[in-house]
């Protein structure tokens, strides 16, 4: 893309932070400064922390308390609790944080997923890419909020300032031979694989220790996942807010042979308003079986909040 087609107004195909053209649309945007400097930690880094202010810490504690009874003895996590909760809703959905967003990529943000978390999740190193990726790449980011003070021995997150510039590994790349990986595929040879091209990258790895009320703002392709906890029992409350970016196409990486074009594609809803956005390629909506229709739909239905 050229630099005047890029700056004619027609939506960027490269999140504008990631984009060779990012000077020419900063010096024409005029930004505050908040936004110039969230912008520039993106481009710099693929991280950002941003305090989400007063309202949005009273938020938090709301949070807590309207997710705290799904975390019955073994759940870790509670997927979509967006549907249950309007604290959670209304972080996911912070007009702040759209703002930002919408100025760093150049298209309109929309959440759809979120994740609640009452201890360090400890996960392996990974690039959300492979969890859920866009078309155009890279149109996907996470939000992750500190609902309480992250405590040193609590699980903090971890990640690799930088390594979003990294090629983003795909099953394949990561060297499964199968047309359609699935999750043990992950586990087995992704997981092992991305950690040792992040060893080999030389990165420094970094933790986040974050004060409630402040949001980690993590590029689609930035390397991150969660240190183990030391201190047994402690808490580290948070809550993770995956958002994508209107007109992309929506799949999911993990289960897709990305090289062959099998994608296995979404069709996430938004938030703010509970309704899908329809995956687009090109400007064009896609066709989308009837299967995976159905199968969002049913999720939908149902309505609860998933506790794993
Ligand atoms: O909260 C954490 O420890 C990690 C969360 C994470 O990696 C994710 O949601 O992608």
Known sequence: MSVLTALRGSKPTVPWFESEHLDAY?????????????????????VAVVDLGEKARALCDQAVAETEPYFTPG???VQDAWRRSSAVRHLASWPPMRRLLRAAYGRDPFPFQTLNFRQGSQQSIHSDAIHFHADPERFMCGV???LEDVQPGAGPLIYHPGSHKLPVMTMRAAGVNSPTPNYSDYEATYVPRYAEAIAESGLPRTRALLKKGQA??????LAHG?????DPGSTRRSLVVHNYFAGCLYYTP????VEAGRLLLRLPPDVRTGFWR?????GCPVRLSPKLI???????RLGEPIAM
Do not use: Q
């Not at 005029?30 to 930690?41: E, K, L, N, P």
């Not at 969660?226 to 030391?230: E, V």
């Not at 159905?294 to 939908?300: D, I, K």
């Open 26 to 46: 900063l010096e024409r945007s005029a930004f505050d400064a908040t936004t110039v400097r969230f912008i520039g930690d993106m481009a710099r880094d693929g």
């Open 75 to 77: 759940i870790t996590r």
């Open 144 to 146: 992750w909020i500190a």
């Open 216 to 221: 980690f703002v993590w590029a689609a392709n």
């Open 226 to 230: 969660g240190s183990p906890i030391d």
């Open 254 to 257: 993990m289960y897709s042979d």
């Open 278 to 282: 329809w995956p687009r390629r090109k």
């Open 294 to 300: 159905a199968g969002f739909l049913h999720h939908a």
